[in-house]
């Protein structure tokens, strides 16, 4: 944990339901132990989206579509998600959620690798983004991401302390850990040092990074341009 266990249990005390069905999806995403956000993390995810009022969404691993549907209860009533799932075996549970929860029509599940479609979607843009999924491809994924996020639109990037683990030396992590610690490292450099965005890295959940796109650059006096 990277906040005080019983701060978190505190703050899990304060949320309400979000419903049977996504209360009933929740348990049994966490009793199968399928990686879905926490709840503080999703407080924060619905808080945003209520601030930005998106029109567009894309999300990067859907897994069993909580955070869709998640987002969904937060989200204007004509906004849409797009959301991108490469793992089979949970490709139709959240295609089943999806219909339970009656909103197959505002949320689209594209099958596959996200890189790929990334690239597919080359020429949309979106005001939201949450990053989501394999935390090795962060980096590689961005520069795609950057392309198809409007100005002034946010990438959410959960899950890049992993537990606290990326502030330590990577002499103090198992070696088979040291590549995805090395990345994610980068990617968190990448995204403080980038000129396009402005990024706040927050200890809630398993580490979340708020990142906005740069509406105009500063000039080296700290002006807008």
């Not at 709840?39 to 930005?52: P, Q, S, W, Y």
């Not at 793992?87 to 219909?99: D, H, S």
């Amino acid at each position: 944990m990277i906040v005080n266990p019983r701060i978190t249990e505190y703050i899990d005390s304060l949320e309400s339901s979000q419903g049977s069905l996504l209360d009933s999806i929740e348990k049994e995403a966490r009793m199968a132990r399928v990686p879905i956000i926490r709840r503080e993390t999703g407080a924060l995810l619905r808080t945003v989206i209520r601030a930005l009022a998106p029109s567009r969404i894309l999300e990067i691993g859907t897994a069993v579509g909580y955070s869709a549907l998640l987002m969904c209860r937060a989200m204007p009533r004509d906004c849409r998600i797009t959301t991108i799932e490469k793992y089979e075996k949970r490709i139709p549970t959240a295609r089943e959620n999806f219909r339970r929860a009656g909103e197959e029509e505002r949320i689209t599940l594209m099958e596959g690798d996200a890189g790929d479609w990334i690239q597919k979607l080359s020429g949309e843009k979106f005001d939201l983004v949450f990053l989501d999924a394999a935390k090795g491809q962060y980096l590689s994924w961005l520069p795609g991401i950057l392309e198809l996020m409007r100005e002034g639109a946010m990438l959410i990037s959960d899950n890049v302390l992993q537990d606290g683990d990326a502030a330590q030396s990577r002499f103090a992590i198992p070696r088979r850990d040291r590549t995805i610690h090395s990345r994610m490292r980068e990617y968190l450099y990448v995204l403080k040092h980038s000129e396009e965005l402005e990024t706040a890295v927050l200890s809630i959940g398993d580490g979340v990074a708020l990142s906005v796109k740069s509406r105009q650059q500063l000039g080296a006096n700290g002006c807008e341009e």
